[in-house]
Nanobody
């Protein structure tokens, strides 16, 4: 069983920065891809950024140039550096892992609020 622990959400003013982190733990697993999704009130969950084990990266168009995803394969961690935050970035952010056994695991979510 793979478990995810997220950290780093909070309240920030427009134009500010936050860094989200997610650590995966468990026994006998290998991770293929890690990523961050978000869900704003009344909206569907959407992909923000994803990174594979070979560091192939995908970003949503809305965050390109502002967010940076990174990964430490040895520690099974993934981080999301969010800069130039906008009110429309307000959402619950979820870490997501896809294992080599095709198991999808979600974190519990961390709230990000961008407001003055």
């Amino acid at each position: 069983q793979v478990q995810l622990v997220e950290s780093g959400g909070g309240l920030v003013q427009p134009g500010g920065s936050l860094r989200l982190s997610c650590a995966a733990s468990g026994r006998n697993f290998r991770i293929y891809s890690m990523g961050w999704h978000r869900q704003a009130p009344g909206k569907q969950r959407e992909l923000v950024a994803g990174i594979t084990d070979t560091r192939s990266i995908t970003y949503a168009d809305s965050v390109k140039g502002r967010f940076t995803i990174s990964r430490d394969n040895a520690k099974n961690t993934v981080s999301l550096q969010m800069n130039s935050l906008k009110p429309e970035d307000t959402a619950v952010y979820y870490c997501r892992v896809l294992t080599a056994a095709n198991l999808i695991v979600w974190g519990q979510g961390t709230q990000v609020n961008v407001s003055s």
